[in-house]
């Protein structure tokens, strides 16, 4: 098992940003490829953003690329999304996950699930 707990929502003006944490415990954390993936109200699951276990290899969706960073620290047994130019349309609860597997951007690649943080981007 592996438990992922994120951390740094909140609500910040457009243009503004935000770093968003998760940290993991458990199961080897360098084994795992992590991603961020975020749900507006009335909206469905989607991805984010995407980094391999040894952080080599990152995606990002088209909506938040050039914006937004994943990094990882396995030190810390921490994933971080340094969230840039926000604009009200990336409000929604952020969910960090966690899979032993390559990752990819299809939530159902992803066994482990934190409990979200919020962020709103006021305009």
């Known amino acids: 098992q592996v438990q992922l707990v994120e951390s740094g929502g909140g609500l910040v003006q457009a243009g503004g940003s935000l770093r968003l944490s998760c940290a993991a415990s458990?199961?080897?954390?360098?084994?795992?490829?992590l991603g961020w993936f975020r749900q507006a109200p009335g909206k469905e699951r989607e991805f984010v953003a995407a980094i391999t276990w040894s952080g080599g290899s990152t995606d990002y969706a088209d909506s938040v690329k050039g914006r937004f960073t994943i990094s990882r620290d396995n030190a810390k047994n921490t994933v971080y999304l340094a969230m840039n130019s926000l604009k009200p349309e990336d409000t929604a609860v952020y969910y960090c996950?966690?899979?032993?597997?390559?990752?990819?951007?299809?939530?159902?690649?992803?066994?482990?699930w934190g409990q979200g943080t919020q962020v709103t981007v006021s305009s």
């Open positions: 996950a966690a899979t032993p597997t390559t990752g990819g951007r299809s939530f159902y690649f992803y066994h482990y």
């Open positions: 458990g199961r080897t954390f360098v084994n795992y490829a």
